[in-house]
């Protein structure tokens, strides 16, 4: 069972479409962060946020939209997306950016672009 | 060079065999070592941290060793739930991303 929640699991959405990923979690942690997976690859790092403000983007589409409400939550604004962004979207966090903490992991939203 | 490398698998193993996964690095600089593991079609999760002196956890061993530049882990009488993906992760300095290597993959046969 993960502590960080992310909805909706799956999502599939035609190239003009708005949508919007979703990601909780209730540990305290101050770092959370967005991940793109594609099959049989690593995760790529997105974006981190750290105490609510966006830290890195790692030269992201702006097609790609995060935003951080408060300290548990994270979303992912999706427009006009290609068909090449179908992947696998990761939520993580860490109780801070710096230091040893590890990062946890939601389950993920499999987003399949049309 | 990739900035962390792991050996390419696939590894097939019987159960209660012992295997061990080597990982390499290349960034001086990188202070923190994490093993995770991930199950096909879901999220990773975190198996365990690498310390400088090593650490275990139950079956499973790391080993770092900052001088080499190289992490380890061992796996001793595997199991068929220990079939996965396991992915090397390097944070580079105190405050860099986590770098994931490509990963090796486990199957455990009965």
């Known amino acids: 069972d993960t502590e960080v929640t992310q909805t909706p699991k799956h999502l599939v959405m035609g190239m003009t479409n708005k949508k919007s990923l979703k990601c909780e979690q209730h540990?305290?942690?101050?770092?959370m962060y967005w991940y793109k997976q594609k099959a049989k690859k690593p995760p790529e790092l997105m974006f981190v946020?750290?105490?609510?403000?966006?830290?890195i983007n790692e030269s992201v589409p702006s097609r790609f939209s995060p935003e951080c409400p408060n300290s548990s939550l994270l979303n992912l604004h999706l427009h006009a997306l290609q068909p090449e962004d179908s992947a696998l979207y990761l939520c993580?966090?860490?109780?801070?950016?710096?230091?040893?903490?590890?990062?946890?992991f939601g389950d993920g939203t499999r987003l399949s672009i049309l | 060079r990739k900035e962390v490398e792991q050996d390419p698998g696939p590894f097939n193993v019987p159960e209660g065999a012992t295997v061990a996964f080597n990982c390499t690095y290349s960034?001086?600089?990188?202070?923190?070592f994490f093993w995770y593991r991930q199950d096909c079609r879901k999220e990773p999760k975190l198996l365990m941290s690498?310390?400088?002196s090593g650490n275990e956890d139950g079956r499973f061993t790391a080993q770092l060793n900052r001088a080499s530049q190289y992490i380890s882990l061992l796996i001793r009488d595997s199991k068929l739930s220990d079939s996965a993906t396991y992915l090397c992760?390097?944070?580079?300095?105190?405050?860099?991303?986590?770098?994931f290597g490509k990963g090796t993959k486990l199957s455990v046969k009965p």
């Open positions: 690498v310390y400088s």
């Open positions: 540990m305290g942690h101050r770092a």
């Open positions: 960034n001086s600089a990188s202070q923190s």
């Open positions: 946020y750290s105490y609510e403000k966006l830290s």
């Open positions: 993580a966090s860490s109780q801070l950016e710096i230091g040893n903490q590890p990062q946890h």
């Open positions: 992760v390097v944070r580079r300095g105190s405050q860099g991303n986590l770098i």
